[in-house]
């Protein structure tokens, strides 16, 4: 059994009397690629929220790498080793793609090694052509990819995504897949709330299913997909926006 890098027990986010995630136990261990599905209104983003700490949970706790980090602050998670990437990209339009990294690295990385780093992380995400262009110019692809890169940047433990491939086309969501998987090759943990269900086959290892709040299935992608119950809250749903 590998280590669990992240746990919630009991967690519940309740809006007004309305539970948006109710009870979930979820188990994240190190080195999986581990994605949260699920219908529209299933809970995905609040679960995410409470587990970056964008929101308070309203029962249950949290620990990251065996530490409780249920009431603690989002820049003190990261602090400790999460990273998260957005779902809308928030990258320096004016500057250069280089720049861009250049700013998330700089308290990571030591003098000496920024250049070299920023290259790595330049080739790592297929950037290191336009690294000169301003980050504005680059496609809404591209610029998901850099924003990927600035979470890297931070040397995380586990990295967050709550809908990577929003507002992608095929191409660069297969592509998207493949960066996750080099990262995942490399030991990142990663984390992904997802509906695409392409991108899930592709990438996944472990998926949990959540319904209303709860979770409603677990395993391995295998596992998620032959079980008909799954297939059955999915019916109907193929067209589901976020
Ligand atoms: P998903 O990401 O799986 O589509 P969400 O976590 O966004 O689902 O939403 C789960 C439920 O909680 C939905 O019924 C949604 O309307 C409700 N909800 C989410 N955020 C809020 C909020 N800030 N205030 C009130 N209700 C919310
Ligand atoms: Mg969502």
């Not at 409470?50 to 602090?79: C, D, K, M, N, W």
């Not at 504005?136 to 600035?150: A, K, P, R, T, V």
């Not at 990438?203 to 409603?216: D, E, N, P, S, W």
Request: proline share 4%; glycine share 8%; with cysteine.
């Amino acid at each position: 059994m590998s280590e669990v890098l992240l746990q919630t027990h009991g967690l519940s986010k309740r809006f007004g009397g309305h539970a948006a995630v109710s009870e979930v136990d979820l188990s994240v261990r190190r080195g999986e690629i581990h994605c949260l599905i699920g219908p529209n209104g299933a809970g995905k983003s609040t679960l995410f929220k409470l587990i970056v700490g964008t929101h308070e949970a309203s029962e249950g706790r949290i620990e990251f790498q065996g530490r409780e980090v249920t009431g603690e602050r989002p820049y003190q998670r990261v602090q400790q080793g999460m990273s998260i990437k957005m779902q809308a990209p928030s990258v320096f339009r004016e500057l250069p793609v280089r720049q861009n990294i250049h700013i998330a690295l700089q308290h990571h990385a030591r003098l000496a090694e920024l250049r070299r780093e920023e290259d790595r992380l330049l080739e790592l995400l297929d950037l290191a052509a336009d690294a000169d262009k301003p980050a504005g110019e680059l496609s809404h692809g591209q610029q998901q990819w850099l924003e990927i890169g600035m979470a890297l940047a931070l040397k995380p433990v586990l990295l967050l995504m709550d809908e990577p491939t929003a507002g992608l086309s095929p191409e660069e969501t297969f592509k998207t897949g493949e960066l996750i998987q080099k990262l995942n090759a490399e030991g990142m943990t990663v984390l992904v709330v997802e509906h695409d269900m392409a991108f899930i086959r592709q990438i996944a290892q472990r998926v949990t299913v959540l319904h209303f709040g709860k979770v409603f299935a677990e395993g391995s992608i295998a596992e998620v997909i032959a079980d008909p119950r799954v297939a059955e809250i999915y019916l109907g749903k193929t067209h589901e926006h976020h």
